[in-house]
C-alpha cells in the first residue's frame, strides 16, 4: 500500500484528502498541527489515517501535497527539505506558482515538485467545511518543472481525473500567475471593492442574484488572500489597471448620457462573455484574454 500525505486539512486539503481516498493502491494520511483537527479527520472520514507528527509520515509518503497558505508552504518545504522520501513527489495546491517553484529549488534531487492548482473553492475555510466532491468539473492546472518524471506528472493526471476534474491544463509558473491575477484575484478584488460601498448595509432587501454572486466570495480568508495578492504583485497590478480603464470608460459613457456608446459597450462584452461561455475544449486561452 502507498501513502499519499496530505498537509493541511482545511477547505482544500481536506476535500482533496476525501477526494482521493480509494484512488488505487494508496491510502490517505493527513497531517494536521492540532488534535481537534485529527479527530474531526477520522471521525467524519475525510482520510485513512491522520498525524501530528511529520517525521512519522514524510519519510514513508509516495506523493505529498501542501496545502496550506503560500508563505507556510514556502516555510515548509525549506523545513522539511532533507524528510520527504527518495523518488517521491511533492506538490502544493495553492493559487500562486512563481513563488512556489522557486522555493520547492530547495528540495534533493531525487524528491520531485509539480506545481498543481484545483480552480475550485468556496468562500468557506476549514475542514468542517471540506467535501470529497468540492473539485468535480474544475480545470486542473498543473505546473511542472523540467525536471519533472513522465511518470509522476501522469499520475497527477489520474489523480485529477479521479478527483473529477474536468481537464488538466498544462502551463508555466509565470503563465499561470499571469492569469490566475485575472481570472481569480481580481475577481475577489471586485467583490472586497463592492462590499467597500458606504451604502452596503442600506441594500439589505434589495440584494438579487448578481448581488449575491459577485459579492460571494468576498467572505474570504484574509490571510491567504493577502498573502496570493502581495505574491503576484506585478501580474495583479497590471489587470488591475485594465479593470480600472474599462470601468472609467463605463463611467465617462454613462455621465456623459451617451446611449449609443453604453450600447456598443455592453454588446461588445456581452458577445465576448457568450463567446467565453461556449461549451467545448480551448475557449480560453491567453492570447484570447488580450483581444
Known sequence: MKTIAVVGLGLIGGSLAAGLRGFEDYQVTGLVRRQATADYALEHQVVDAVSLDPAAVLPQADVTFLCMNPRQITAYLQEHRSDFKAGSLVCD???IKGAILEAAECLP???DFIGCHPMAGTEFSGIENSFPTLFRGAHF?????????????????????????RDIVCTTAEQHDSIIAYTSQLMHIVAAAVCDDAELFQCRGFEGGSF?????VAAMDVDMWTEL???NAPALSKVLQRMEDNLHSYRT???NADVERIHTKLTYSSERKRRMSLPGPGQFTLEALHK
Open 93 to 95: 495546491v495553492c493559487g
Open 109 to 111: 534531487p531525487e524528491v
Open 141 to 165: 492546472i498543473l505546473t511542472a518543472r523540467p525536471e519533472s518524471t513522465p511518470e509522476h506528472v501522469a499520475l497527477i493526471r489520474r489523480m485529477a481525473a479521479f478527483l473529477g476534474c
Open 212 to 216: 449575491r454572486d459577485v459579492t460571494r
Open 229 to 231: 495578492f502581495s505574491l
Open 253 to 255: 459613457a454613462i455621465e
